[in-house]
């Protein structure tokens, strides 16, 4: 089977994009390149489960029985969130950010937390928040430091329990091990409600609201100094996923053709070859950076290059 020709979206984004469509287009064509690849590469296995592939991916239905919006994935379904965010720029979708959607789609559904491990730079809490927008719900990213205590991070979970929204614990393995130690029962008290349907529970002292559409989410770099071991009881609250060497050349790829060029496979080829050398050959400092977000910043700087001077070839743009 031939690949699937996306070459006539070209002329459409070409002459389309500007400063106030950039952001609705650069969100169609990420979900059509990703699902264009994931077809290719299924031509390419020799194997295609029509049903398989859509059960895989976020679905939206109205559910007339209860008159309200239902998001399924796999064997999972949540209701919709109805947070508006407002258009702001989307995560690329890769095949490891759609395992991760899985993942964390799949612990809210067994009432657990959902913990995405890696190196900086890997997309983790990028992929919770993208994940928590395309659900309708609002998330909120708490930078974790050796500062924090069992007081404050409780009042973050009660809040979290009364409003419904997501927390996106960043670093959640800097904290002490004596406050995680707390912080474990804390987790385990409102995972537990959440299990038993209850509409109030006792929270550190006092009976609050619980709203069931409320998650919580940790990032992790293990292996750094500084970091902690998690207990095994909290290990055991949250669904891991190893997110650790992120699709750059994909993920350049999309961005580029969001923003306008054509031929973005071989541009994107050229840029993740660049930053790969720079990234072996050059000294380590800290200021250098030449991995994913590195390549996002470059992508996003040559879309506005680009608007400014259309009349030049994408290669004298880019390169």
């Not at 879309?303 to 390169?319: F, W, Y």
Request: hydrophobic letters at 40%.
């Amino acid at each position: 089977m031939p690949h699937i020709e996306i070459a006539r979206y070209d002329e459409v984004v070409f002459g389309m994009v500007q400063p106030e469509l950039g952001g609705y287009l650069a969100e169609l064509v990420h979900e059509v390149l990703f699902d264009t690849g994931r077809l290719n590469l299924e031509f390419d296995d020799g194997v295609l489960d029509d049903r398989a592939a859509g059960r895989s991916r976020l679905r939206f239905y109205w559910d007339k029985d209860i008159d309200d919006c239902v998001v399924r994935q796999t064997n999972t379904h949540s209701r919709y969130g109805y947070e508006y965010l407002g258009n702001t720029e989307r995560l690329a979708i890769t095949p490891l950010t759609d395992r991760c959607y899985i993942t964390l789609t799949t612990a809210l559904h067994l009432y657990r937390g959902g913990s995405p491990k890696g190196p900086a730079g890997t997309g983790k809490t990028e992929t919770v928040k993208d994940l928590g927008k395309a659900l309708g719900f609002n998330v909120i990213v708490q930078n974790c430091s050796e500062s924090l205590d069992y007081k404050s991070i409780g009042k973050l979970f009660s809040g979290l329990a009364q409003t419904g929204a997501w927390g996106c614990f960043d670093e959640f393995n800097r904290i002490d091990v004596e406050v995680l130690s707390v912080v474990a029962q804390q987790i385990l008290s409102i995972l537990s409600s959440l299990s038993q349907n209850l509409s109030q529970f006792i929270f550190e002292g006092s009976t609050i609201v619980l709203k069931p559409t409320c998650g919580i989410f940790i990032t992790m770099n293990p292996g750094y100094a500084g970091r902690t071991e998690l207990p095994d009881n909290l290990k055991s609250m949250f669904r891991p996923i190893c997110m650790m060497k992120p699709d750059s050349a994909m993920i350049a790829e999309i961005n580029l053709f969001g923003e306008g060029f054509r031929n973005t496979r071989i541009l994107a080829k050229k840029i993740f070859a660049l930053y790969s050398l720079a990234q072996q050959q050059l000294s380590q400092q800290y200021h250098y950076d030449f991995g994913l977000r590195g390549i996002v910043t470059l992508t996003r700087y040559a879309g506005q290059k680009r608007r400014l001077h259309s009349h030049l070839l994408d290669e004298e743009v880019l390169l």
